[in-house]
């Protein structure tokens, strides 16, 4: 029997923020966010939902959050379900801080064009990087996320607190990779979130889930080509398949598209947490 898909909440709660995934509830100096099913490709959602991808990501999320803790405090109070989580809320830092130690997705782009020219010359496509890298972006609210320079994120928020991210950054990156190799995944790249609470640096939003990083497995890998992948590619490539423009409104999932999706990400929990969904 399918499990019942959440596409939409609705608590006798404020609404804080409605995002492409989470409904956020308002509780005053807390937050409460439930994790839906919705799936969102090229900025849109979709008009399916994912069967247990909400449960996969608020699991999966909170299992990294407390792996990280000895590196940097977290913003989870307590999880409440296996799909929500109360959190502290905090002052956000406006910009999504992107570690990549693999050349895929938008920087194999930049790359190909001459426009990542930091990264040494002959490089091929999924390559490992010798280091891993910081691109942080914008958080757009509406639209696509613009990179930024390092000297860009100095002038939003100060060059100490720059450092200071950057390098917790790169250590959870590190040891999420490791762990993550040891389990049979390679992670490709990932984004983290940052806010304060009473003046303390917290990692916030979510944490090393499909969605906000891509997931190989190591029997698969091979350097040169597209990767299978236990992210929201799979979903993508159906897109991108039929045709569609990237406007709304999106097409609809046909069923093979789901199950698989779905499977995906609960193969991911299990596989990164070794513990059965």
Not at 38 to 62: Q, Y
Not at 251 to 258: A, F, G, K, N
Request: charge should be neutral; hydrophobic fraction near 35%; include cysteine.
């Amino acid at each position: 029997m399918q499990a019942e898909v959440i596409m939409n909440t609705s608590l006798p709660l404020p609404l804080f923020t409605k995002g492409k995934v989470r409904d956020v509830y308002d509780l005053g100096n807390r937050l409460l966010i439930v994790s839906t099913d919705r799936i969102s490709a090229f900025d849109v959602v979709l008009p399916n939902g994912i069967p247990c991808k909400g449960e996969a990501l608020n699991r999966l999320s909170n299992y990294w959050f407390n792996q990280m803790e000895d590196i940097i405090a977290n913003h989870v109070i307590e999880v409440v379900d296996p799909r929500t989580s109360l959190v502290e809320k905090t002052d956000p830092i406006k910009i999504e801080f992107v570690v990549r130690g693999y050349l895929y997705g938008s920087l194999f782009d930049r790359y190909k064009q001459g426009k990542a020219q930091y990264l040494p010359k002959g490089l091929e496509k999924a390559e490992k990087l010798r280091n891993p890298i910081l691109t942080p972006t914008t958080k757009a609210d509406v639209g696509h996320d613009v990179e930024l320079s390092k000297d860009d994120v100095i002038e939003r928020i100060g060059k100490s607190l720059a450092i200071e991210i950057e390098e917790a950054s790169m250590r959870i990156y590190e040891k999420a990779a490791q762990k993550a190799e040891a389990s049979g995944i390679v992670i490709a790249d990932t984004k983290f979130e940052f806010g304060f609470r009473r003046k303390e640096l917290m990692l916030i939003d979510e944490c090393l889930t499909p969605d906000s990083s891509r997931f190989w497995p190591t029997d698969k890998y091979q350097i040169g080509c597209d990767q299978f992948s236990y992210d929201k590619q799979y979903v993508r490539d159906y897109l991108l398949s039929v045709g569609w423009n990237k406007q709304p409104p999106a097409p609809r999932l046909p069923e093979y598209v789901i199950v698989e999706t779905s499977k995906k990400y609960i193969e991911a929990y299990e596989q990164l947490t070794g513990r059965k969904f």
